[in-house]
């Protein structure tokens, strides 16, 4: 955008008139992070920017198959929040003509901010982290899947004859080209996109950027990635794990932290080397993550399909612990020039504005108190005999959904980093949801018990 000295509400009017817009998509993201919003015409653009535009506070209340948690204060009688555009998160929507997309503050009738609204809780751990004298740039890396729904109605993965093979990316070329190319229209960019383990498996790694932009970024890569693929005649999913056999799909978080000159906060000292990589402050700020591994776990793995894929020696970590180079525990140190950590348990049914303020407000409480996080750990943890395992203080993460979620409602740092709104809402909805999963009747029930 040019520097022009106009408010940026006005440099944005600016822009949507030289571009051409006529229809706005006001969006904010539900508390399972579904994308959600409104159509706004050209006249409604100023009085949108000034005010915003109203939603139902009882849209949050309601989990992943639109029903309503039975205890959550969203009913009915809760009021209106605000969505009020961000003009840092604008961008053309290229998918359709004159159109675009506004990522937006959810905001009180005046104007102030809501306590209810993921992405200001993620924008307060920023703030936490700038009074430190630090700053974060984070990259998300989702997987997921391409599929063809089958004559049963059933979803059948779209072979892509070998693991990360270029006949793999050939299959999908004209379409994974064309996610690309509308991802960087809309300012989202991306370090490369790849096939994956699993059949029809890709991962997307966006580019780092600050953290509310990270998690926007997220959002649109999905969307995209979804109606592109429509468009295909095929699905594509995020799924944690949509097939029993075939490998789950994460979304990796990758974190770096920066001084006030501009310089990496993470690389170590070369007259005091750790084993790590990492400096005083990110050791502190990796000690913090790991001491509320299992709430981060939690909420970046919510759902009862996520626990189908954080399974010992699945690729996927079960562990708590962290390991240079290693894929197989909670956090990874990747090799390189750039000292970064990757948190490795999250998966695309968090909501991402959520999961990375857990993640910031654990670094912070880091930093402040000092935690050392010990020695990296050596091996393949998902093969290692529980007995060692116990030997070297090695916990694992949470088994299940309902322990995750417990695990959650323990950690008063979280309630601290989410507010007290998001954070008692959010567990009534991803608990309503699994309360739900737990009266169905599964056609491996039927298989194997029907004839008892």
Same mark, same amino acid.
């Given at each position: 955008?040019?520097?022009?000295?106009?408010?940026?509400?006005?440099?944005?009017?600016?822009?949507?008139?030289?571009?051409?817009?006529?229809?706005?998509?006001?969006?904010?993201?539900?508390?399972?992070?579904?994308?959600?919003?409104?159509?706004?015409?050209?006249?409604?653009?100023?009085?949108?920017?000034?005010?915003?535009?109203?939603?139902?506070?009882?849209?949050?209340?309601?989990?992943?198959?639109?029903?309503?948690?039975?205890?959550?204060?969203?009913?009915?009688?809760?009021?209106?929040?605000?969505?009020?555009?961000?003009?840092?998160?604008?961008?053309?929507?290229?998918?359709?003509?004159?159109?675009?997309?506004?990522?937006?503050?959810?905001?009180?009738?005046?104007?102030?901010?809501?306590?209810?609204?993921?992405?200001?809780?993620?924008?307060?751990?920023?703030?936490?982290?700038?009074?430190?004298?630090?700053?974060?740039?984070?990259?998300?890396?989702?997987?997921?899947?391409?599929?063809?729904?089958?004559?049963?109605?059933? $979803?059948?993965?779209?072979?892509?004859? @070998?693991?990360?093979? =270029?006949? *793999?990316?050939?299959? #999908? !070329?004209?379409? +994974?080209?064309?996610?690309?190319?509308?991802?960087?229209?809309?300012?989202?960019?991306?370090?490369?996109?790849?096939?994956?383990?699993?059949?029809?498996?890709?991962?997307?790694?966006?580019?780092?950027?600050?953290?509310?932009?990270?998690?926007?970024?997220?959002?649109?890569?999905?969307?995209?990635?979804?109606?592109?693929?429509?468009?295909?005649?095929?699905?594509?999913?995020?799924?944690?794990?949509?097939?029993?056999?075939?490998?789950?799909?994460?979304?990796?978080?990758?974190?770096?932290?920066?001084?006030?000159?501009?310089?990496?906060?993470?690389?170590?000292?070369?007259?005091?080397?750790? $084993?790590?990589?990492?400096?005083?402050? @990110?050791?502190?700020? =990796?000690? *913090?993550?790991?001491? #509320? !591994?299992?709430? +981060?776990?939690?909420?970046?793995?919510?759902?009862?399909?996520?626990?189908?894929?954080?399974?010992?020696?699945?690729?996927?970590?079960?562990?708590?612990?962290?390991?240079?180079?290693?894929?197989?525990?909670?956090?990874?140190?990747?090799?390189?020039?750039?000292?970064?950590?990757?948190?490795?348990?999250?998966?695309?049914?968090?909501?991402?504005?959520?999961?990375?303020?857990?993640?910031?407000?654990?670094?912070?409480?880091?930093?402040?108190?000092?935690?050392?996080?010990?020695?990296?750990?050596?091996?393949?943890?998902?093969?290692?005999?529980?007995?060692?395992?116990?030997?070297?203080?090695?916990?694992?993460?949470?088994?299940?959904?309902?322990?995750?979620?417990?695990?959650?409602?323990?950690?008063?740092?979280?309630?601290?980093?989410?507010?007290?709104?998001?954070?008692?809402?959010?567990?009534?909805?991803?608990?309503?949801?699994?309360?739900?999963?737990?009266?169905?009747?599964?056609?491996?029930?039927?298989?194997?018990?029907?004839?008892?």
């Amino acid at each position: 955008m040019k520097e022009t000295g106009q408010a940026p509400d006005k440099q944005l009017l600016d822009r949507l008139s030289d571009e051409g817009i006529e229809h706005l998509w006001v969006a904010y993201t539900d508390y399972n992070g579904r994308t959600q919003g409104k159509s706004i015409p050209r006249s409604r653009f100023a009085s949108t920017f000034q005010k915003g535009i109203s939603f139902a506070r009882a849209n949050l209340g309601h989990n992943v198959l639109d029903s309503g948690a039975p205890d959550t204060i969203f009913g009915a009688d809760s009021g209106d929040f605000f969505a009020v555009p961000d003009p840092a998160a604008y961008a053309p929507f290229p998918l359709f003509p004159a159109t675009g997309r506004v990522y937006c503050w959810m905001r009180q009738e005046g104007g102030e901010p809501w306590e209810g609204d993921p992405r200001w809780q993620l924008q307060r751990q920023v703030d936490a982290l700038a009074d430190l004298g630090f700053s974060a740039q984070v990259a998300y890396e989702p997987e997921g899947y391409i599929f063809r729904i089958g004559p049963d109605g059933e $979803p059948a993965p779209i072979d892509p004859r @070998g693991m990360f093979t =270029l006949d *793999g990316l050939e299959q #999908h !070329a004209d379409l +994974l080209h064309r996610i690309s190319d509308t991802l960087e229209q809309m300012n989202v960019g991306l370090e490369q996109i790849a096939t994956e383990y699993g059949p029809g498996q890709f991962e997307v790694n966006i580019r780092h950027a600050n953290p509310i932009k990270a998690a926007d970024d997220l959002l649109t890569v999905r969307d995209v990635t979804h109606a592109l693929a429509r468009r295909e005649g095929v699905v594509a999913s995020f799924m944690p794990k949509p097939f029993d056999t075939a490998a789950g799909s994460g979304l990796h978080v990758h974190l770096s932290l920066w001084d006030r000159d501009g310089g990496s906060a993470m690389a170590q000292d070369a007259a005091n080397p750790h $084993p790590s990589g990492l400096s005083a402050a @990110g050791r502190a700020f =990796l000690g *913090g993550i790991l001491r #509320h !591994a299992p709430a +981060l776990a939690g909420i970046g793995s919510p759902t009862v399909n996520s626990y189908k894929r954080l399974l010992p020696g699945s690729w996927a970590p079960a562990h708590a612990a962290y390991a240079v180079s290693n894929r197989s525990p909670f956090v990874r140190i990747p090799s390189g020039s750039r000292p970064r950590i990757e948190v490795r348990s999250g998966d695309n049914t968090t909501n991402p504005y959520i999961f990375l303020a857990a993640i910031l407000a654990a670094g912070i409480a880091g930093i402040q108190e000092g935690i050392d996080p010990g020695l990296p750990t050596e091996g393949d943890l998902g093969h290692m005999p529980t007995e060692e395992l116990a030997a070297r203080g090695i916990a694992m993460l949470p088994r299940t959904a309902a322990q995750a979620l417990a695990a959650v409602e323990c950690d008063p740092l979280m309630r601290e980093a989410l507010g007290p709104v998001v954070f008692d809402e959010w567990l009534k909805v991803k608990r309503s949801e699994a309360a739900l999963y737990d009266t169905v009747v599964s056609p491996w029930e039927r298989r194997a018990y029907l004839r008892t």
